[in-house]
Structures are given as structure tokens and as C-alpha cells.
């Protein structure tokens, strides 16, 4: 510090011009030119609902459907008594402040199971679970009855944060339910369609009632009539969802985006629009790891995945995960472990174009199940990605740590090990497109007026 007394106060101290659309933040913020001009994701798409929780993830989720279906017909038996259900499932059986345990499963064996209400859930990234989805009593802590109803076949939703815990994320693209920690901090989850008049009466019968409508605002939708695009309100859904993945936005509004939600550039053109929506269906379904990609999850890989994260064993096949990849925390959360794994350089027949190189990384890995099985060549930047303040793989490999799952995984859990690999390094090599279009719509943007 005392060297600094004789020095010019410009090469010491740096002019703050804080913005008042953050919080007005003394520290630097880093944002494009245009960023506070463009419209704010709720200013284009205004409901959105939070995440479910359940607070007992353990008894209302799990990844056998089957398993999940057993579970909770014994719950609601009449003739499993509250002592037995204990020693089943310890936590549905516990009462905390706002939890009375018994008086809760009395009152639900009144009226029974509801087989049908076990969904699809997205769990964490790229891991897709079963979920007990309960609309009555707090056996689900936060069950967000009108998200629910929201959630239909044809439905897609972008979850993505309004302040993040740490650095700001790309949003996700799911079809099914959502859990809160879909984002590190509170996932916030935007639907395209909305019913407009969902029947609370539907509980038990799933959604019913009028057709869909887009969930935009009226500014929105004066944008796309403006495109004559008013009847395609998908166009600026995946143009949005291909923007926020530029890993150029990320870099040039890192200020901004850690105080508020994302603001979102629009076309000026048609063309540049419909353009940019035909990246954000590529990146959607590579997201989406119910949806099969040719090229990466389907048929023959492309060249460049073809030898990306293979399953190898050096004897006798063993898919049991013993490799320290995860092991139980406090209140039964799974904390990730350091796991085996191997860096090296690439194999002679592994060795990719340095154009490719560049993005995917100089090194690669070999992810160990246990000694004898593993997964060969995972690119340095395929194992690092991170999405919603996770990093993929490994958060995907913690919870299923054999300690914790209680079994090896089935062949196809280990082929899907390959199949997210893939899709990662697939999202990666789509970056230079994806920041391609983002500054050509930066250079010419439709002229945005908050209403």
C-alpha cells in the first residue's frame, strides 16, 4: 500500500459508474455497450414458476419407476403400521417443525395412492429421475401445485436463475417437472405454452381445460407479429435458449448477469431470428437427454464423438461405481468425492483436428467405475462443464457411488455415461456457431421498448 502514495490516483484507482439496473454494485461489471437495452427473459416470457422440492428426495424420487411405485404403495397401505414404514423409510417418517409425519400419512391412506402421479422429474442436469408427485398435505415440501398443472405433453421450458450463487449459468431446456436445485440456487423454470384457465379440480386428472397460449408478453408478441412470426412464438423460445449458450454472452456481460436475470438480444431480421431458433433447437436437444440426437445419441457418431467416452474393461465386465465418486453428507445429501480417474494425452487413433483440439481440450481422461472398468476418453472440457453450478459428469457419477445406490448400474445407466459425454462435447463444438450468431445479432437488434 505505501508504494502506491507517490503513484498518479488514475493508475491506482479505477472511476466506478455503477448501474442502478443491477443494484448499483461498486465493483466492476463488465457488459456489452447495448446489454441494459435489451429486454430482461421476464420481460419476454412473464410466468415462470420455481422448482419442486420435496425435502425428502430419498422416499419421493428415484431413478427404477418400479422401485419408486413399491415404495410408495406401502406407504399407503393400511396394513404397514407407522412403526413398520419407519424401518422402511426412516425420513417420510420423521417429523420436523412443519412436517407432523403420522398425521400426514393418515390422512393421505384416507384417500390412497395416486399411481398415476408418478412423473418424469429432472432431478439435476442431464439426470432424469421418477418423481411421487403428492397435491395434498406437505409431503412434499414445496409441490408448486400451478407449475403442475402447467407441465403437458408438447410443453418445453427454459430454467435458468435471476441471481446466482456463484457464476452465472446457461439456462437449461427441460419437457418434464423441475427440481428447485436445477440451479444451484434456485431454479426458476419458464414454460412456452400456458393454460390459461388450468381446473384445480384437474389434481387428479392431469391438465384439462382450454388450448395453450404462448407465454409471452405483449411487447413479445407485437416482436414476432413485427417478424411475421405472431403464430410462432417457439422462434424467439430457442432463439433465447441459443443466445444465453453463447459462451460470448457469458463473457461480455459477466457483471451484469450476476445480479439480475439475463437480458436477451433480438434480431432485427426475420431471417436472423428463424436463423438463430434453428441453433437453439440444436442446443435444446442436446439438453434434453430424452430426445435422441443422430450423429451423437443415435445411429453411427459422428467422426469427432465416434471415440469419446467408450465403456472398456481390462477383465471381467463389472459396472459396480467404486471408484470414491460420492458418498452421503449431513441430512443425507451426496456430497461428489475426488474418484479415479487417469489424464493423458490422446491415443494415436484418438487424435482430433486442432480446431477441435482447441475446444475440447490438449488432454483427455479415463474415468474409472471401479479397477477393472472405465470410461475411455473424456475430453479435459467435456469432464469440466458445468451447467446450473454443477459439473456434469461428476455430479451424475456421485449419486451413483454403490454405497449410496445400494447396486451396480444397468448396462443402459453406463451407456448413458457415453451419451451425455457425447452431448457435452457436442454443445461444446457448436460454441463458435453459437458466438457466431450472437454477435451478428448484436450488430443489428430490433429496437426494444419496455411497456
Given at each position: 500500500?505505501?508504494?502506491?502514495?507517490?503513484?498518479?490516483?488514475?493508475?491506482?484507482?479505477?472511476?466506478?459508474?455503477?448501474?442502478?439496473?443491477?443494484?448499483?454494485?461498486?465493483?466492476?461489471?463488465?457488459?456489452?455497450?447495448?446489454?441494459?437495452?435489451?429486454?430482461?427473459?421476464?420481460?419476454?416470457?412473464?410466468?415462470?414458476?420455481?422448482?419442486?422440492?420435496?425435502?425428502?428426495?430419498?422416499?419421493?424420487?428415484d431413478?427404477?419407476?418400479?422401485?419408486?411405485?413399491?415404495?410408495?404403495?406401502?406407504?399407503?397401505?393400511?396394513?404397514?403400521?407407522?412403526?413398520?414404514?419407519?424401518?422402511?423409510?426412516?425420513?417420510?417418517?420423521?417429523?420436523?417443525?412443519?412436517?407432523?409425519?403420522?398425521?400426514?400419512?393418515?390422512?393421505?391412506?384416507?384417500?390412497?395412492?395416486?399411481?398415476?402421479?408418478?412423473?418424469?422429474y429432472?432431478?439435476?442436469?442431464?439426470?432424469?429421475?421418477?418423481?411421487?408427485w403428492?397435491?395434498?398435505?406437505?409431503?412434499?415440501?414445496?409441490?408448486?401445485?400451478?407449475?403442475?398443472?402447467?407441465v403437458?405433453?408438447?410443453?418445453?421450458?427454459?430454467?435458468a436463475?435471476?441471481?446466482?450463487?456463484?457464476?452465472?449459468?446457461?439456462?437449461?431446456?427441460?419437457?418434464?417437472?423441475?427440481?428447485?436445485?436445477?440451479?444451484?440456487?434456485?431454479?426458476?423454470?419458464?414454460?412456452?405454452?400456458?393454460?390459461?384457465?388450468?381446473?384445480?379440480?384437474?389434481?387428479?386428472?392431469?391438465?384439462?381445460?382450454?388450448?395453450?397460449?404462448?407465454?409471452?408478453?405483449?411487447?413479445?408478441?407485437?416482436?414476432?407479429?413485427?417478424?411475421?412470426?405472431?403464430?410462432?412464438?417457439?422462434?424467439?423460445?430457442?432463439?433465447?435458449?441459443?443466445?444465453?449458450?453463447?459462451?460470448?454472452?457469458?463473457?461480455?456481460?459477466?457483471?451484469?448477469?450476476?445480479?439480475?436475470?439475463?437480458?436477451?438480444?433480438?434480431?432485427?431480421?426475420?431471417?436472423?431470428?428463424?436463423?438463430?431458433?434453428?441453433?437453439?433447437?440444436?442446443?435444446?436437444?442436446?439438453?434434453?437427454?430424452?430426445?435422441?440426437?443422430?450423429?451423437?445419441?443415435?445411429?453411427?457418431?459422428?467422426?469427432?464423438?465416434?471415440?469419446?467416452?467408450?465403456?472398456?474393461?481390462?477383465?471381467?465386465?463389472?459396472?459396480?461405481?467404486?471408484?470414491?465418486?460420492?458418498?452421503?453428507?449431513?441430512?443425507?445429501?451426496?456430497?461428489?468425492?475426488?474418484?479415479?480417474?487417469?489424464?493423458?494425452?490422446?491415443?494415436?487413433?484418438?487424435?482430433?483436428?486442432?480446431?477441435?483440439?482447441d475446444?475440447?481440450?490438449k488432454?483427455?481422461?479415463?474415468?474409472?467405475?471401479?479397477?477393472?472398468?472405465?470410461?475411455?476418453?473424456?475430453?479435459?472440457?467435456?469432464?469440466?462443464?458445468?451447467?446450473?453450478g454443477?459439473?456434469?459428469?461428476?455430479?451424475?457419477?456421485?449419486?451413483?457411488?454403490?454405497?449410496?445406490?445400494?447396486?451396480?448400474?444397468?448396462?443402459?445407466?453406463?451407456?448413458?455415461v457415453?451419451?451425455?459425454?457425447?452431448?457435452?462435447?457436442?454443445?461444446?463444438?457448436?460454441?463458435?456457431?453459437?458466438?457466431?450468431?450472437?454477435?451478428?445479432?448484436?450488430?443489428?437488434?430490433?429496437?426494444?421498448?419496455?411497456?
Open positions: 500500500m505505501l508504494k502506491t502514495l507517490d503513484q498518479p490516483r488514475e493508475e491506482v484507482y479505477t472511476t466506478l459508474r455503477p448501474r442502478v439496473e443491477v443494484g448499483l454494485p461498486f465493483l466492476p461489471a463488465k457488459t456489452a455497450s447495448a446489454f441494459f437495452k435489451w429486454p430482461l427473459l421476464p420481460e419476454l416470457f412473464p410466468v415462470s414458476f420455481p422448482g419442486v422440492k420435496t425435502s425428502r428426495d430419498d422416499f419421493l424420487v431413478m427404477d419407476r418400479d422401485a419408486l411405485t413399491r415404495r410408495m404403495e406401502k406407504y399407503f397401505d393400511l396394513k404397514v403400521s407407522h412403526d413398520e414404514m419407519r424401518r422402511i423409510a426412516p425420513s417420510v417418517m420423521e417429523n420436523t417443525v412443519q412436517f407432523s409425519a403420522e398425521l400426514v400419512r393418515d390422512e393421505l391412506r384416507k384417500r390412497g395412492f395416486l399411481k398415476k402421479n408418478i412423473v418424469r429432472c432431478y439435476r442436469p442431464f439426470d432424469i429421475r421418477w418423481l411421487y403428492e397435491p395434498q398435505t406437505d409431503l412434499l415440501d414445496r409441490n408448486r401445485t400451478e407449475y403442475f398443472l402447467q403437458f405433453e408438447g410443453n418445453t421450458w427454459i430454467v436463475q435471476q441471481k446466482p450463487r456463484r457464476e452465472w449459468s446457461e439456462p437449461q431446456f427441460i419437457r418434464a417437472i423441475g427440481c428447485l436445485d436445477l440451479m444451484d440456487r434456485s431454479a426458476s423454470c419458464f414454460p412456452l405454452w400456458l393454460k390459461p384457465n388450468p381446473d384445480p379440480a384437474s389434481l387428479f386428472d392431469r391438465v384439462a381445460g382450454d388450448a395453450p397460449k404462448a407465454n409471452l408478453t405483449d411487447a413479445a408478441k407485437e416482436y414476432l407479429a413485427s417478424q411475421r412470426l405472431g403464430n410462432k412464438p417457439e422462434a424467439l423460445f430457442y432463439h433465447t435458449l441459443a443466445v444465453l449458450h453463447s459462451r460470448g454472452y457469458r463473457t461480455e456481460n459477466a457483471g451484469a448477469l450476476r445480479q439480475d436475470w439475463p437480458r436477451v438480444p433480438l434480431p432485427k431480421s426475420r431471417e436472423a431470428l428463424l436463423a438463430s431458433a434453428e441453433l437453439g433447437q440444436q442446443v435444446a436437444a442436446l439438453l434434453d437427454t430424452e430426445t435422441t440426437v443422430p450423429g451423437v445419441t443415435q445411429g453411427k457418431p459422428r467422426s469427432e464423438l465416434g471415440l469419446l467416452a467408450e465403456l472398456h474393461y481390462s477383465g471381467t465386465p463389472d459396472l459396480r461405481v467404486i471408484g470414491g465418486w460420492g458418498h452421503g453428507g449431513k441430512g443425507g445429501v451426496t456430497m461428489p468425492g475426488k474418484g479415479k480417474m487417469l489424464t493423458r494425452g490422446y491415443r494415436t487413433e484418438e487424435e482430433l483436428e486442432k480446431p477441435l483440439l475446444l475440447l481440450g488432454t483427455t481422461h479415463d474415468i474409472y467405475l471401479n479397477d477393472t472398468a472405465y470410461w475411455r476418453n473424456v475430453p479435459e472440457k467435456v469432464w469440466d462443464y458445468t451447467i446450473g454443477y459439473q456434469v459428469l461428476k455430479k451424475w457419477l456421485s449419486y451413483r457411488e454403490q454405497g449410496l445406490l445400494g447396486r451396480a448400474l444397468t448396462t443402459d445407466e453406463a451407456r448413458e457415453t451419451h451425455i459425454a457425447r452431448r457435452v462435447a457436442a454443445l461444446i463444438l457448436l460454441q463458435p456457431e453459437l458466438d457466431a450468431n450472437y454477435q451478428r445479432v448484436k450488430a443489428a437488434t430490433h429496437d426494444w421498448k419496455s411497456k
